[in-house]
């Protein structure tokens, strides 16, 4: 290879090399980048909060009950005063054997403005006349002084329904009753309809009532009152647990009269808000999962990049070196033509 063809693979060499070499430069800045893409996502995945699964300890209580007489009271607060008296809060609970309760409602049916449940006319509460007398099976049993008494116990009824439906019981609502007699007791029990929803002819097609209307008779019913701020000392044994307590009041003359009563320890879960904070927990831990997930899926397409930049990365070096070794040889017959020519001219 003569000296001119050297020198021009020479340069075409070195601008290869400074070509291969920005080629490199170029791959490892994208690297870099991809770096840097894959680092934000790991914080990402190191600041994710990872969903707590609810404690069914965080949604039990101990409470503590003591029974007067067929009264249950549940005690809602205890504030210490000093001395060892306290200020007690409690509910009481009891069973009412004579309250308004819902029953099964019946078809009514609707003739020239009158109302039948069977062959039983419904009757205004608290009214008749001597015809609704002799057509009524129960109001036909009774003699005028026990009718009397009924009317006066209608009245009540009404206000008990009205406290119970309409929570005022000097509420004006009418009712509509019937009463059917008792298989068992032989009894005569009354069934209650609201006047309103009886006479509204938009519930009637054809003479018969096509959207229920609510029934109600007497039943069993569970109430409840709240005390306040009674004053009162409680025991505890030596587990720190309340055993028992005792309620203070005073008489006249300023004695203290105290009523004690043995404690009974209960434990309850709410377990309504524990599967509410559980199903959140489950809705969450998918939602982290999703995003984990999401997270990985875009680290794995980084990671590939990288690789392929990493095998182009190679390929260059390989390249480099090729043309490092090629230029080392072009530079020994540069030098060789160079020595030989000073050798010609010196001769």
């Not at 049916?109 to 009524?136: C, F, I, P």
Request: with cysteine; aromatic share 10%; hydrophobic share 30%.
């Amino acid at each position: 290879m003569g000296m001119s063809a050297s020198q021009a693979r020479f340069l075409c060499l070195t601008a290869r090399k400074n070509n291969v070499e920005f080629e490199g430069q170029q791959i490892n800045q994208q690297r870099t980048t991809l770096s840097n893409e894959s680092g934000s996502y790991y914080s990402e995945l190191c600041n994710m909060v990872v969903p707590t699964p609810p404690s069914v300890d965080d949604y039990t209580k101990v409470t503590y009950t003591f029974d007067d007489g067929a009264l249950t009271n549940t005690i809602t607060s205890m504030i210490a005063k000093g001395n060892n008296e306290y200020s007690i809060s409690y509910i009481q609970q009891w069973q009412d054997d004579y309250s308004i309760v819902s029953a099964s409602s019946s078809i009514i049916a609707q003739e020239s403005g009158k109302y039948k449940v069977g062959s039983t006319e419904l009757r205004k509460l608290g009214q008749y006349d001597a015809a609704t007398v002799a057509n009524d099976p129960y109001l036909s049993t009774l003699d005028q002084a026990q009718l009397d008494d009924l009317m006066e116990q209608e009245t009540y009824y009404q206000s008990m329904l009205n406290d119970k439906v309409f929570n005022d019981p000097a509420a004006t609502n009418e009712w509509y009753v019937r009463y059917v007699k008792d298989s068992v007791s032989g009894s005569y029990v009354p069934y209650f309809y609201e006047a309103n929803a009886v006479e509204n002819d938009n519930n009637y097609v054809n003479g018969f009532a096509t959207s229920n209307i609510n029934c109600y008779s007497l039943g069993t019913a569970t109430k409840t009152k709240e005390v306040l701020n009674a004053l009162g000392r409680v025991e505890k044994d030596s587990t720190g647990r309340y055993i028992s307590i005792a309620l203070i009041e005073y008489d006249a003359d300023g004695n203290e009269i105290a009523k004690e009563y043995s404690l009974t320890t209960n434990t309850t879960t709410d377990e309504d808000a524990y599967n509410d904070a559980l199903n959140k927990y489950q809705y969450e831990q998918y939602q982290y999962d999703q995003k984990v997930q999401e997270i990985n899926s875009k680290i794995e397409i980084v990671q590939q990049q990288d690789k392929a930049l990493e095998l182009d990365l190679k390929q260059l070096d390989t390249e480099e070196t090729a043309i490092s070794t090629e230029m080392e040889a072009v530079k020994k017959v540069l030098n060789k033509n160079i020595e030989t020519t000073f050798k010609t001219f010196n001769a």
